[in-house]
């Protein structure tokens, strides 16, 4: 089975702009066989950007779902011999054209008695950092998710605990953090729960704008392994916390984290005073 997660992150505040983060767990179940996959599908027209789609299913309907995409992309980006990434209307416009593609096949396949098993998410930055986010669900019908709730996430991991750990973890949109280090770490978490999804590896994808271009690719490794190391500190950590709340109590422990974002607080002041002075 699946797990695959695609959220919004805060990239550039000043200029307001977003990026799309994709990531996935590694594992496929066919039968009584497992073994590892790469389940997030990159676009690109003529080495231009344009979008990420994440899949969960059949695989043979995944695959499909991800030559729509391709081909409504190509006809797309080549109308005009066009330079750029798609814009937030023009993409809305793309995704209409695939849910169009997607709701007339999976009528033809359930007309032959075959059921439908397909979830996909796909994703985009335009060039004015504008993210957008689609969920399609088994009817081919496009739900989008950029601005409420900022995110999508398919797959069984879903269910067993990956929209419980964003909730838990006060993931939002708005919010200015770490979201790659977040989703490491509900994918790893979620994998230890439930033998359907694997560990990360690595498959993670960030697009945004860089130097007034959109990029896409994949975060680099150096980053994961640092992320997998945080991750491993942090599941530690949260053990420690829930500990100190048993034996000190909730108000206690509030006090003395509160105390020590007080103190960083006036550390980080007193660094701005000193380089203002330098």
């Known amino acids: 089975?699946?797990?695959?997660?695609?959220?919004?992150?805060?990239?550039?505040?000043e200029k307001n702009h977003d990026a799309v983060l994709?990531?996935?767990?590694?594992r496929?179940?066919?039968?009584?066989?497992?073994?590892?996959?790469?389940?997030?599908?990159?676009?690109f027209v003529n080495g231009i950007p344009v979008a990420?789609?994440?899949?969960s299913g059949d695989a043979a309907i995944?695959?499909?779902?991800?030559?729509?995409?391709?081909?409504?992309?190509?006809?797309?980006?080549?109308?005009?011999?066009?330079?750029?990434?798609?814009?937030?209307?023009?993409?809305?416009?793309?995704?209409?054209?695939?849910?169009?593609?997607?709701?007339?096949?999976?009528?033809?396949?359930?007309?032959?008695?075959?059921?439908?098993?397909?979830n996909m998410i796909l994703s985009s930055v335009d060039p004015e950092g504008r993210a957008s986010i689609y969920h399609f669900d088994s009817r081919g019908l496009a739900e989008p998710v950029h601005d409420t709730p900022g995110f999508a996430i398919i797959g069984s991991g879903s269910i067993t605990g990956g929209l419980l750990l964003l909730r838990l973890l006060g993931y939002s949109p708005s919010v200015e953090l770490n979201w790659g280090?977040?989703?490491t770490f509900i994918v790893d978490m979620v994998s230890e729960i439930d033998p359907s999804v694997?560990?990360?590896?690595?498959?993670?994808?960030?697009?945004r704008v860089e130097n007034e271009k959109v990029a896409l690719g994949q975060i680099k490794d150096e980053a994961l392994r640092e992320f997998k190391e945080q991750v491993r500190?942090?599941?530690?950590?949260?053990?420690?916390?829930?500990?100190?709340?048993?034996?000190?109590?909730?108000?206690?422990?509030?006090?003395?984290?509160?105390?020590?974002?007080?103190?960083?607080?006036?550390?980080?002041?007193?660094?701005?005073?000193?380089?203002?002075?330098?």
């Not at 990420?52 to 899949?55: R, Y």
């Not at 793309?94 to 593609?101: F, I, M, P, T, Y």
């Not at 206690?252 to 330098?278: A, I, N, P, T, Y």
């Open 1 to 13: 089975m699946t797990l695959v997660l695609a959220l919004k992150w805060i990239w550039d505040k």
């Open 22 to 26: 994709m990531v996935s767990d590694s």
């Open 28 to 43: 496929v179940t066919y039968g009584p066989v497992t073994y590892e996959a790469k389940k997030i599908h990159s676009v």
């Open 52 to 55: 990420i789609a994440g899949g």
């Open 62 to 118: 995944v695959k499909y779902g991800y030559h729509v995409v391709d081909e409504v992309a190509q006809k797309y980006m080549e109308n005009g011999d066009r330079g750029t990434t798609l814009t937030q209307e023009e993409f809305r416009e793309l995704v209409g054209e695939v849910e169009k593609a997607l709701i007339k096949r999976f009528r033809e396949l359930r007309e032959m008695g075959i059921d439908v098993s397909f």
């Open 181 to 183: 280090l977040l989703s």
């Open 198 to 207: 694997g560990p990360f590896v690595g498959e993670s994808w960030l697009m």
């Open 233 to 278: 500190k942090r599941k530690e950590l949260i053990q420690e916390l829930m500990f100190l709340c048993d034996v000190l109590g909730e108000e206690k422990v509030e006090e003395v984290l509160f105390s020590s974002l007080m103190e960083v607080d006036e550390d980080d002041r007193r660094e701005g005073d000193d380089k203002g002075q330098s």
